[in-house]
């Protein structure tokens, strides 16, 4: 059949682009539609071979930790290394729909967690071991070492990268840290032993070699050394510049105690009546002098109490920071004059000295089997009696102790030429 119209009008019109034909039978003698068409197109166009495309839509990823970007275009971000297995199906504008035959795996590698730690600060002669971390495939450090920690003993900054492949090798993730190693002398403080010496001033030396070294004393000064000249702990603390993180310490207590001067006389002569006393009190600082006397005593003062007739050698020994000595020679004459009888007019027995713990008194030329000797309180009420003259009362009234007051007194006693007396006083009791 030959066409009504030639379609040679249809050369060179675009391919592209919605095509319509109309088909029309004029014989009718045919009894039906008898049609069959085709468009063949030329190689000599130079569309042989063309091809078309069509938009995608959306795509559908079908697993966990991805997080849409567009309709095309997701971020995978794990939470963890791991395979991960996902089907993708892709929605084209049509609304096709076109999905993978087998899952995809991804690997994930782990992502290596580098931490030197914080920039150093050690002493000399320190050593530390840096560690990025366990367990990863290579090792890169800044001194060409492979190995997974690396010894340092000098000062320097340090870097490492730690890295981590895929199975095959073809893939690896990597990760850096700088830390920077700083070394400080060590300070050595010695101020030696504690000091006692007899005058200042007194050279306190904490010096150290080379310099850069900071120094706080307990004085407040911030020199190598110190001069002092009272007594008392010092102390001093030494580090490097900044830092004391290397420093040291030491403390020294110093003692400053001139020579003992004793100021006694080298005789005494005084009657076995009499009360005096011998001192050897110092007068700087007298509490931290040891005083020893040759009768036991360890008191500053010796209180001689009415002491016997004789010729006696009292040694005293003053110590500080060196040791003075000095003798007494007493001559204890007897000065009685008779009928004696003396009262005391105090006594201590409760302050602990072990010194004029008792009342008693000295009575001769009496007859004994005359005397009483009877002790009131204030109110006139007898709180002691006694008809030995040598007695010794400690202070006491049915049991308890008396309390510190002025006691009134009332001897009676008769002479050895039979005169009768009676004597009234009074003494001080004092706690």
């Not at 084209?92 to 795996?105: R, T």
């Not at 030696?192 to 307990?218: M, N």
């Not at 001689?304 to 000595?325: K, L």
Request: a negative charge.
């Amino acid at each position: 059949m030959i066409p009504e119209n030639p379609l040679s009008s249809l050369i060179g019109c675009p391919l592209n682009g919605t095509w319509s034909i109309e088909i029309c039978d004029l014989w009718g003698a045919d009894n039906g539609w008898v049609f069959e068409w085709m468009l063949t197109l030329s190689s000599s166009s130079g569309v042989a071979g063309w091809q078309y495309s069509v938009e995608v839509d959306s795509l559908d990823w079908g697993g966990p930790y991805f997080y849409s970007i567009n309709d095309t275009t997701v971020l995978f971000k794990p939470d963890s290394s791991g395979t991960y297995s996902f089907l993708v199906t892709a929605y084209d504008e049509y609304g096709c729909v076109y999905s993978s035959d087998m899952p995809v795996n991804l690997n994930v590698i782990p992502n290596p967690t580098v931490d030197l730690g914080n920039d150093t600060i050690l002493c000399d002669g320190t050593i530390i071991t840096l560690t990025p971390g366990p367990d990863y495939d290579e090792y890169y450090w800044s001194n060409y070492s492979t190995t997974p920690s690396i010894t340092i003993d000098s000062a320097g900054i340090y870097s490492v990268t730690a890295v981590n492949y895929n199975s095959s090798g073809s893939v690896s993730c990597s990760s850096s840290d700088t830390i920077e190693i700083m070394y400080v002398p060590n300070a050595y403080v010695d101020l030696g032993p504690d000091l006692c010496v007899t005058e200042g001033p007194v050279t306190l030396d904490a010096s150290q070699p080379g310099s850069g070294f900071t120094y706080i004393w307990s004085t407040g000064a911030n020199t190598p050394s110190i001069q002092v000249n009272n007594l008392g702990n010092y102390w001093v603390n030494v580090y490097y510049g900044d830092s004391n993180a290397c420093g040291d310490a030491d403390t020294i207590y110093v003692k400053l105690l001139p020579t003992p001067i004793i100021n006694l006389p080298e005789e005494i002569t005084a009657c076995h009546t009499d009360v005096f006393e011998l001192s050897a009190l110092q007068p700087h600082n007298p509490n931290l002098y040891t005083y020893k006397w040759s009768i036991g005593l360890k008191e500053p003062v010796y209180y001689v109490y009415r002491p016997p007739v004789g010729i006696y050698n009292i040694e005293v020994m003053v110590i500080g920071c060196d040791t003075a000595t000095a003798t007494v020679n007493m001559t204890i004459e007897d000065c009685t004059v008779y009928p004696l009888v003396i009262v005391p007019t105090a006594f201590t027995p409760y302050n602990s000295d072990g010194v004029n713990d008792y009342f008693h008194i000295i009575a001769d030329g009496i007859k004994k089997e005359n005397f009483s000797f009877r002790i009131f309180n204030k109110w006139g009420e007898t709180i002691f009696y006694t008809n030995d003259p040598s007695f010794r009362w400690d202070g006491r009234y049915r049991g308890d102790i008396c309390p510190q007051d002025v006691y009134t007194y009332k001897i009676s006693y008769t002479t050895e030429n039979n005169i009768t007396k009676d004597e009234y006083g009074y003494f001080i009791l004092l706690h």
